[in-house]
């Protein structure tokens, strides 16, 4: 329990080696941290049965789909990507609703997997990457 956010971390940052020339803009701002926080509190919730936190967590996540820093790009496989997100987040709540332990880890799982699939798409197309700007700044060192 407790390594998924990392391990969403690093895939949204790259994770791998040649990452430094671009950084990854996953859901930058404010919906980086409150997905990440949300994810947080459902994980422990399964192991523990607590469906409310489980509901909790998931009503959290819908409100991040819904805000518009979400939509990062409009691409048909983001969007596909998207929206299966919201209906695995949907899953999780009717799991959680039904106190349903093995659909709302399955939901859980699926979600997860949702997650890494896509950022690995946008890693692998570069979309959603801060281009590498260093070229253009100047070099404190060589301007002596």
Do not use: M
């Not at 790009?73 to 349903?100: G, I, M, P």
Request: glycine share 6%.
């Amino acid at each position: 329990i407790g390594r998924l956010p990392a391990l969403l971390q690093g895939v949204s940052l790259g994770g791998r080696e040649g990452a430094d020339k671009g950084s990854c803009l996953v859901h930058p701002g404010r919906i980086r941290p409150r997905t990440d926080s949300q994810i947080v509190r459902i994980e422990p919730a399964l192991a523990l049965e607590d469906f409310d936190k489980i509901r909790t967590g998931s009503d959290g996540l819908i409100e991040c789909y819904k805000d518009a820093s979400w939509r990062i790009n409009d691409t048909d496989k983001y969007l596909l990507f998207s929206n299966d997100f919201l209906r695995r987040v949907e899953n999780l709540q009717k799991a959680a609703k039904d106190k349903n332990t093995d659909a709302a880890a399955l939901a859980y799982v699926d979600l997860t997997l949702t997650c890494v699939k896509c950022h690995q798409y946008l890693r692998d197309t570069r979309i959603g990457f801060a281009p590498d700007l260093s070229p253009l700044t100047p070099n404190p060192v060589a301007s002596k």
